[in-house]
């Protein structure tokens, strides 16, 4: 947010390519650790800067299918990429998984070096945010001198600005591309939003299907390599295939769907876009998500046909997880696309820490309470958390009109004019912020 979308890209590929050099040479448990750090630093903007990036590009009502299009993409190099990285292992050795992606992370260097323009645009305020941004800053001023301000804003009509040359456009850094905000500024300002209701719940639909994946990943070569279906290896990594096809299937249903279904009610609406729309998709999900859930516990508990567990239910967890976290995002987004970024982080970071308990967490569940009800408890809080979006439906609208008077919300959605306000101002606001008892006094 602060240097722009470009350079950290290309920053994030060259440490990746740099990384998978050094795997394919590694000969230590203790060099294996330093290739993980240096490709898992890399590999970051994946988590949050690709969803930043789409809401830079896209119009609201191409959201949905855009960023239905990254959870595919980021979910299917879950699936296919151990089956992959098998084969290469099998017939070239296993430092060529690392060598192949030496290949492709040097072809994605080279586009991204000399195609991909910075996304960023600090587009001006609209006549009602200037309006608001007049009534903050009367209002800090009040608060640092004692005085009223009689500024007055006046809306006068810009020229557009010159063309840029190639060469401009893939310079690694503009100055118009960087956050106007101090740093310490922007890298607290994600945290301010734990009190937007839609965030939050973004957050922690987006991580509860984390953890189906998770599942998934801790168990399927225990369940599938014992009896009574005794896969082989190559066979147990081709059970992904089934988890591939449904992520394929979540992906329209997340992306073109709900576009589609956010369309259609705001053309009943009188045109009039309310981000709840969206979320009517989340049915259907969160019946076929705790259905797949069933399917894949029960089913392989009870040795049943190994279409029902590592077919039928692999592909309608794979469902409910591609479709289920492209709604709950780009809800969230639909509803603050001014906060998008930070909106974006802290729920990769609920998600995060949500998916990252699970996968600690799942075995010694499994030993304690047995598959059967560890399953059946998984499936219920499945169900729960997902038709949790009816309660959005219903006070979602409330949440946003309430957040909305937040003076966080107010000042970060006015960026245009951020470098005239010092920083005591900020000091001053933020200070303000932390004491909810003087919140009153800004808003």
């Known amino acids: 947010m602060k240097i722009g979308r470009r350079p950290v890209y290309i920053a994030g590929t060259l440490l990746n390519l740099v990384g998978c050099v050094l795997g394919a040479f590694q000969t230590t448990v203790e060099m294996y650790f330093g290739v993980s750090i240096l490709t898992g630093f890399g590999a970051a903007p994946v988590d949050s800067l690709v969803q930043v990036t789409t809401t830079d590009i896209f119009f609201a009502h191409e959201k949905g299918t855009r960023l239905s299009l990254y959870v595919f993409t980021l979910y299917a190099g879950s699936y296919l990429g151990p089956v992959a990285a098998g084969y290469i292992a099998d017939s070239q050795g296993w430092r060529w998984c690392f060598w192949w992606l030496v290949i492709f992370f040097g072809i994605l260097l080279v586009l991204q070096a000399f195609t991909m323009e910075e996304s960023v645009f600090r587009r001006p305020p609209t006549a009602a945010e200037m309006s608001t941004e007049t009534v903050l800053e009367d209002k800090l001023q009040v608060a640092e001198k004692g005085r009223e301000s009689s500024l007055r804003t006046t809306e006068s009509e810009t020229p557009p600005p010159p063309s840029k040359t190639y060469w401009q456009r893939m310079a690694l850094h503009t100055s118009s591309s960087g956050d106007p905000r101090p740093l310490w500024l922007v890298a607290i300002s994600p945290f301010f939003l734990v009190t937007y209701p839609a965030v939050m719940w973004g957050g922690i639909v987006y991580g509860v299907q984390i ?229 009153n006094q800004l808003v």
Not at 239 to 266: E, H, Q
Not at 327 to 334: E, F, G, P, Q, S
Request: aromatic fraction near 14%; proline fraction near 4%.
């Open 211 to 439: 953890m189906w994946l998770s599942l998934i990943t801790v168990t399927q070569s225990a369940t599938f390599n014992a009896p009574p279906y005794n896969f082989s290896m190559a066979n147990v990594g081709n059970t992904n295939f089934a988890a591939f096809i449904g992520s394929i299937i979540g992906m329209l249903w997340g992306g073109y769907v709900s576009d589609w279904c956010t369309l259609r009610l705001s053309r009943r609406n009188r045109g009039i876009m309310e981000p709840e729309f969206r979320l009517w998709t989340m049915l259907i999900p969160a019946i076929i998500n705790t259905g797949g859930l069933l399917m894949y516990g029960l089913g392989s508990l009870y040795g049943v046909h190994w279409i029902l567990p590592a077919g039928f239910g692999m592909v309608f967890i794979a469902f409910g997880i591609g479709s289920g976290a492209a709604i709950a995002l780009t809800y969230a987004v639909d509803c603050y696309p001014r906060v998008a970024s930070e909106a974006l982080v802290l729920m990769l970071f609920i998600r995060n820490l949500i998916g990252t308990g699970f996968t600690f967490a799942i075995e010694p569940w499994l030993e304690h309470n047995g598959m059967q009800n560890t399953t059946i408890i998984m499936a219920m809080l499945c169900l729960v958390t997902n038709l949790s979006f009816l309660f959005m439906v219903w006070k979602g609208k409330s949440f946003r009109e309430w957040t909305a008077k937040s003076a966080f919300h107010i000042f970060t959605s006015c960026p245009s004019k951020l470098h005239i306000v010092s920083q005591s101002v900020f000091t001053q606001l933020f200070t303000h912020l932390l004491h909810p008892d003087r919140r």
